[in-house]
T-cell receptor
Framework: AQKVTQAQTEISVVEKEDVTLDCVYE???????LFWYKQPPSGELVFLIR??????QNEISGRYSWNFQKSTSSFNFTITASQVVDSAVYFC??????????????FGSGTRLQVQP | DGGITQSPKYLFRKEGQNVTLSCEQN?????MYWYRQDPGQGLRLIYY???????QKGDIAEGYSVSREKKESFPLTVTSAQKNPTAFYLC?????????????FGPGTRLTVL
């Protein structure tokens, strides 16, 4: 069965610290997509990144970086030099198995990041 | 600007009433989705639609209904049969053509039952 686990419920750091959000997934598909979304206090989910299961290269976008390791079924997200504006709930998500016919996403329970000034 | 709009932002319902949440998108996306989010939890799929005049139940469809008469619109009705409707409701859309399943979300509607 599809499953996404975000074991860290809440993380608190001081501004300028680096922080890593963990994501572990389970799927029976060989082709799938992994996502990270940010949910600020306003509530809207903001798309951050999509990763294809065949592309294990790490990706960096400014202060954000993502580490995809198929061998451990993990897709971790690191924020370097965190800022107060990074405070939000972050969700990891997995595309559903192709044989279900559903093109929905399976979400983890989210990690609340609080960055203190 | 392209995007997804949801209205109202806040909605209060008395027990026994049906209410309808609006979702409109101008991204020309084929697929649309409704998710429910409860405090401290992830998103759970209520209904989804991949084409006009067709929609499918998600994981928690009981007590909800939808329609998809236009490509741009996917309203959700929360019926009196929904036992615990107080939650945050998020609408999303995606392009079937790209096959990447990337979903873009609206700002959400927070429903409270009085």
């Amino acid at each position: 069965a599809q499953k996404v686990t975000q074991a860290q419920t809440e993380i608190s750091v001081v501004e300028k610290e680096d922080v890593t959000l963990d994501c572990v997934y389970e799927t029976r598909d060989t082709t799938y997509y992994l996502f990270w979304y940010k949910q600020p206090p306003s509530g809207e989910l903001v798309f951050l990144i999509r990763r294809n299961s065949f592309d294990e290269q790490n990706e960096i976008s400014g202060r954000y970086s993502w580490n995809f390791q198929k061998s451990t079924s993990s897709f971790n997200f690191t924020i370097t030099a965190s800022q107060v504006v990074d405070s939000a709930v972050y969700f990891c998500a997995l595309s559903e198995a192709r044989d279900t016919g559903r093109r929905a996403l399976t979400f983890g329970s989210g990690t609340r990041l609080q960055v203190q000034p | 600007d392209g995007g997804i709009t949801q209205s109202p932002k806040y909605l209060f319902r008395k027990e026994g009433q049906n209410v309808t949440l609006s979702c409109e998108q101008n991204l020309n996306h084929d697929a649309m989705y409704w998710y429910r989010q409860d405090p401290g939890q992830g998103l759970r799929l209520i209904y989804y639609s991949q084409i006009v005049n067709d929609f499918q139940k998600g994981d928690i469809a009981e007590g909800y209904s939808v329609s998809r008469e236009k490509k741009e619109s996917f309203p959700l009705t929360v019926t009196s049969a929904q036992k615990n409707p107080t939650a945050f409701y998020l609408c999303a859309s995606s392009s079937i053509l790209t096959s990447t399943d990337t979903q873009y979300f609206g700002p959400g509607t927070r429903l409270t039952v009085l």
